[in-house]
């Protein structure tokens, strides 16, 4: 006589021991599909906050999927147990003492994601913390302007609007990056009568970089080249002003991989105003 037709309570056992795993694993998938938007929802944070830089928190989606991958593999690998214990009760032998391998290889696994996730965490708590009113190695103060939901980042400069341009332009130069225009706003003012501050825009780019953005996410178009504003406001404080690459991201929909071909303003803007 099968062991389980004799009492229906071992099946039964079995059956709940493969459902608490299949438990287990729909956690794991879970849990993983939220830290792999981890990095997302960081990045919006530091928009929301007015971050002077939004940074790429790309380890998370290896973290999520490293879990998701395990909730694959317990079901898997809990429904071949469940499969193999019933031929076993089939044939009438003796069913043998559960093993440990999965609970301990799940639990190791797990305490390994979590510490490397805390360590994680840390070094992004460390990385960004605001730098509005931050000496950084120049010695220059660097200070954050964003309104709210526009987009834009300004740091602050102790040159001139001219010398700010001219040292932007030799950035340019050294790294290979076209220069396409150089629009003097203040310049084009001053020409029809009327008084504006210094304010200059440099519009610059890569075909190399840009073209696989636009055809990825046409409308970004609409923001390429990539352009840096260099200008004064009323108290004579010079600022050097951006568009957001994250919040570029979020308004044409461009995919992560394709992130870093605009990020490079966000160095560009930091070495211009040191």
Avoid: C
Avoid at 90 to 115: C, E, I, K, M, Q
Avoid at 121 to 132: D, F, H
């Amino acid at each position: 006589m099968n062991a389980y037709l004799g009492d229906p309570r071992v099946l039964f056992a079995a059956e709940r021991t493969l459902l608490a795993w299949q438990r287990t694993a729909i956690a794991l998938m879970g849990f993983g599909f939220v830290v792999a938007r981890f990095g997302l929802f960081l990045q919006q944070l530091q928009i929301a906050q007015h971050a002077s830089s939004v940074q790429s928190y790309g380890l998370s989606l290896w973290f999520g999927t490293a879990l998701i991958a395990a909730g694959v593999a317990v079901n898997l690998f809990s429904g071949w147990h469940h499969l193999r214990l019933i031929r076993i009760m089939d044939l009438g032998h003796a069913a043998r003492p559960h093993a440990t391998t999965l609970a301990v290889a799940t639990s190791v696994f797990l305490a390994l994601v979590g510490l490397g996730m805390a360590i994680y965490l840390l070094s992004v708590r460390g990385s960004a913390q605001p730098t509005s009113g931050t000496n950084f190695p120049s010695g220059k103060e660097t200070v954050m302007r964003q309104t709210t939901g526009n987009g834009i980042i300004a740091i602050s400069t102790n040159h001139s609007v001219d010398q700010t341009v001219e040292k932007l332009k030799g950035i340019l130069r050294v790294k290979g990056v076209t220069l396409f225009a150089l629009v003097d706003h203040s310049g084009e003012a001053e020409s029809v009568g009327m008084k504006m501050r210094p304010t200059k825009l440099l519009i610059f780019g890569s075909p190399k970089a840009g073209t696989p953005l636009m055809l990825a996410a046409p409308t970004s178009a609409i923001d390429l080249p990539l352009k840096i504003l260099i200008w004064e406001d009323a108290n004579g404080k010079v600022w050097v002003s951006y568009n957001a690459p994250a919040y570029l991201q979020e308004r044409h929909g461009i995919r992560e991989d394709l992130l870093q071909n605009i990020a490079v303003v966000e160095t560009l803007a930091a070495k211009a105003a040191e």
